[in-house]
């Protein structure tokens, strides 16, 4: 089975010399909390379709050039695979909470997001699979260009590709932690 193309958006701005993410609440109160994403329409790239649906799922049309950060293949709830395509882009000029009816039509017809910022990771709960690269946008880096690190636990899903078939043979996992002598990193 082909995995389904989705493009994800952190749009990101500068508040108080602090990065922040912009996410949504559905009226769907079970979809969660999310960032914008969606599907990449055929003969569309996964830069073109993170645009087109950040329009659509926002209404905002001012950033930059979307910044490529990340792709990867995903198992989502219902068993499909999704070949993930993750970017940033960064808006200056947008408020602090919003309403908007997406216009893509589809599954979003007349449905209405809350838009509001989180500036951390740990603001709120997001939808699975939503704040998987999170870390690059909001991490915090000192005067020095050193990256910050925090304790964390980064679980991925390792598959193989047989006869053309998709298949999961297990997982792997990474863990930071800090001990007296300075961080520790294991791979499991």
């Known amino acids: 089975m082909e995995p389904i193309k989705k493009a994800y958006g952190y749009i990101t701005r500068n508040h108080d010399g602090r990065p922040q993410v912009l996410v949504f609440q559905h009226l769907i109160l079970e979809a969660g909390v999310q960032i914008p994403k969606g599907t990449v329409q ?5 830069e073109a379709a993170v645009v ?11 950033w930059g050039k979307p910044e490529f950060l990340a792709d990867d293949r995903w198992r989502a709830d219902d068993g499909s695979i999704h070949h993930r395509h993750f970017y940033r882009l960064d808006q200056g000029d947008a408020p602090d909470q919003w309403q908007h009816e997406p216009s893509g039509g589809g599954e979003e017809e007349g449905l209405q997001f809350t838009l509001f910022w989180i500036s951390s990771p740990g603001d709120i709960p997001l939808a699975r699979g939503h704040g998987d690269y999170l870390h690059h946008v909001l991490e915090e880096r000192p005067e020095d260009g050193l990256r910050c690190l925090e304790a964390s636990e980064d679980v991925k899903q390792v598959y193989i590709i047989e006869e053309g078939m ?4 297990g997982e792997t996992r990474e863990r930071i ?3 007296e002598d300075g961080a520790v990193l294991v791979r499991e």
């Not at 055929?42 to 996964?46: A, H, K, L, S, V």
């Not at 998709?166 to 043979?169: A, F, L, M, S, T």
């Open 177 to 179: 932690s800090f001990e």
């Open 42 to 46: 055929d003969g569309e790239d996964p």
């Open 52 to 62: 087109r649906e950040m329009i659509e799922e926002t209404g905002l049309t001012e």
């Open 166 to 169: 998709e298949r999961i043979i």
